[in-house]
């Protein structure tokens, strides 16, 4: 197995020239991913997520996601054969999902029970890490151990004593990518700013304030929704940061959905940070800068 | 009631019918022009899609102009179009404005259903049963007309003539009330669009599809009215969508509509294998269909950040080297100007005129 290696400036400048102008940056990146990954393998694992809830009316993924692989054979030449993991919970079970995908592989048939059974519970442990407070990378080093390749590591960042609690909305591949976020969360960290992560929020919760709001139809971008409308109600929450990928469909609408109904009555301080592959480090630096600064302001008045 | 609904093309024609039939006053916004996009892109979203900034206008200058409710379809797809009268709505009314909203498709069709109880002009089933015909009656009639303009621009011996008597004849067909007075609206316009002179002497026009996101290809104000210009340089140009399609789709009353929504989901399946909720199949398959037809070439209009026509973009390019058809990209948002748009116009033109002279020598 090969995985991509992390986001780097090779990885960006690949993608951009090989995707469509104007689409997100995430989708850009992803081009790099595959272009750095392609002469390495046999096979190229691309997922195509449709649906990731079971229940719950119409949610589905944004188009883009849904209609990754088309986009990645339609735009590249010389890919090996594409595997296409799609995930459709609505239609089937992931079980059944990964049965059809384990059929396509070539070699040795036998094994799917048992190594579909260490895969969930593998990813249990990992959502328990992620809610415990870790980033992706860290939690997958704890939970694959010496086999997990998980970037590199980033300062703890719960320094203790300090007083300003921050929260960090957004998808994961835009927060977490410490290339295309500039390190956020450990520029916070060293702020002397404690993060608390989307992934932190358990889902009853993020359904309970959901509630509270029209239906939305994007999986992703209901839980952006649910989980700022939370942290907006939450008394240790200091100041809540949203990070959206510029292009990106969703958040432009589900972003102006927080600012119009989920802000509507909190006193909470709320950042919107957008970025994209222009994004200057000394943007992020100077805005993380001033947001921390006013907030610890008015937490001393 | 004074009701009001975003523009898009000629749908304010049989729209208008529509609610008129139910008794409402409809105000009407002027087309939308720069000014509409330049006051929608203030209130909107960064970088939401075009469409939205234009819709967010073309409200803005209703109210002005003492609407007092602002209807508009919604609906949980994975485009984002199904949201605009949700935040556009909240948007108006966070910027002071007063006005009731009808949500089709939100709103339950109960609720919509009876919206129209206090001005209905006979009992509420008569009048709907009514107004839709009237509704349907009329989107053919823009249809028709349309579609006979198309074929005769290229010809025109006048330039400008074709547009002249379009124009007036939907004048005519807005103007015309009951399905008498309709149809024969429908008849003289036909009449004036056929008392266009043609020169026929040695022309042989080009023939080119245009495709893409349906509001930027059916919005002459969006898309620079790219079927005039083209028309006008001597090319048919024929748009895979029309305002009756998209009004009629989603009814499933028209079986011819969605026989071919059928055939061109089939026909696009090997390069998009789901349904993304935009018009992608209708691309992708309107494309291979160009093709196949001996067109010339195709138009791929999108407004900027576009999600399903991004993706189309994507592989596009594959289609244009598999069916050998050549493809022009235009990205449309608010900054796109007159001039770019019809340098590309004409260079692609000339491309395609250059390719048809190689291929038949």
Redesign the interface.
Not at chain 1, 60 to 64: E, I, R, S
Not at chain 1, 214 to 218: A, C, E, G, R, T
């Given at each position: 197995m090969a995985v991509s290696g992390p986001t780097d400036e090779r990885l960006l400048k690949l993608g951009v020239r090989h995707?469509?102008?104007?689409?997100?940056v995430p989708v850009k990146l992803f081009f790099g991913h595959v272009l750095d990954l392609k002469d390495r393998v046999d096979y190229l694992f691309v997922p195509?997520l449709?649906s990731v809830e079971k229940s719950g009316?119409?949610s589905?993924?944004?188009?883009?996601l849904?209609?990754l692989?088309?986009?990645i054979k339609?735009?590249l030449d010389g890919l090996p054969p594409v595997i296409e993991f799609r995930l459709d919970l609505k239609n089937h079970s992931l079980k059944h999902t990964a049965r059809t995908v384990a059929r396509s592989l070539p070699g040795r048939g036998g094994g799917f029970k048992a190594s579909f059974r260490s895969a969930v519970s593998t990813q249990a442990l990992y959502q328990r890490e992620l809610l415990g407070g870790a980033d992706p990378a860290g939690a997958m080093r704890k939970v694959l151990g010496e086999n997990g390749d998980g970037g590199r590591a980033r300062p703890a960042g719960r320094a203790a004593g300090s007083s300003v609690n921050i929260a960090l909305v957004g998808h994961d591949y835009l927060v977490h990518d410490p290339f295309i976020s500039h390190d956020l969360p450990g520029r916070l960290a060293s702020l002397g700013a404690n993060v608390t992560f989307t992934t932190q929020v358990p889902q009853e919760a993020i359904e309970r304030e959901l509630a509270l709001y029209?239906?939305?139809?994007?999986s992703f971008e209901k839980v952006l929704l649910g989980a700022t409308s939370h942290f907006l109600r939450r008394d240790d929450i200091h100041g809540v940061i949203i990070v959206m990928g510029?292009?990106?469909?969703?958040d432009?609408?589900v972003?102006?959905?927080i600012s119009?109904?989920v802000r509507r009555d909190s006193a909470t301080p709320v950042m919107v940070l957008?970025l994209d592959e222009h994004t200057g480090e000394a943007g992020v630096a100077t805005r993380a800068e001033a947001f921390v600064d006013m907030v610890r302001r008015s937490r001393g008045r | 009631m004074k009701v009001a609904f975003p523009h898009m093309g000629n749908a304010y024609i049989s729209l208008s019918a529509l609610l008129e039939g139910m008794g409402a006053e409809v105000v009407m916004p002027p087309r939308p022009t720069r000014k509409t996009i330049d006051l929608g892109a203030l209130h909107a979203p960064e970088f939401v899609c075009l469409p939205f900034k234009v819709n967010l206008g073309d409200n803005i200058q209703a109210l002005d102009m003492g609407a007092d409710t602002l209807a508009m379809v919604s609906g949980m797809w994975a485009c984002r179009f199904g949201y605009y009268g949700r935040v556009q709505h909240q948007i108006l009314k966070d910027s002071g404005y007063e006005f009731s909203s009808i949500l089709l498709g939100r709103d339950s069709l109960a609720s919509v259903y009876n919206a129209f109880g206090g001005t209905a002009p006979g009992s509420l089933p008569v009048s709907w049963f009514n107004a839709i015909r009237a509704f349907r009656r009329k989107a053919l009639a823009v249809d028709e007309l349309e579609a006979k303009a198309r074929r005769t621009r290229p010809w025109e011996s006048s330039r400008g003539a074709t547009t002249r008597a379009l124009g007036s004849a939907l004048v005519g067909l807005h103007a015309a009330t009951g399905s008498a007075r309709t149809r024969d609206a429908l008849a003289d316009g036909l009449c004036m669009l056929d008392a266009v002179e043609l020169d026929r002497s040695g022309r042989r026009p080009l023939t080119v599809t245009i495709l893409g996101e349906l509001y930027v290809v059916l919005e002459p104000a969006l898309n620079f009215d790219i079927e005039r210009v083209l028309g006008e340089m001597g090319v048919t140009a024929l748009p895979v969508l029309s305002v009756y399609r998209w009004l009629f789709r989603s009814l499933k009353v028209d079986p011819r509509i969605t026989l071919d929504e059928k055939r061109a989901t089939r026909l696009a399946r090997p390069y998009i294998a789901l349904d993304l909720g935009g018009e992608e199949h209708m691309t992708i398959a309107g494309t291979i269909r160009a093709a196949r037809n001996g067109h010339d070439g195709v138009i791929h209009l999108y407004p900027f950040t576009c999600m399903p026509e991004n993706i189309c973009r994507a592989i596009l390019p594959r289609l244009e080297t598999e069916y050998d058809i050549p493809v022009l990209n235009l990205c449309l948002d608010e900054h796109a100007s007159p001039a770019g748009v019809a340098t590309r116009l004409e260079a692609f033109v000339d491309l395609l005129r250059q390719r048809r002279r190689r291929v038949e020598s």
């Open positions: 995707c469509v102008d104007d689409i997100c195509r449709v009316g119409d589905y993924t944004c188009p883009k849904m209609g692989p088309d986009m339609g735009a029209p239906d939305i139809s994007w510029f292009a990106c469909g969703p432009s609408i972003g102006e959905i119009r109904e957008v | -």
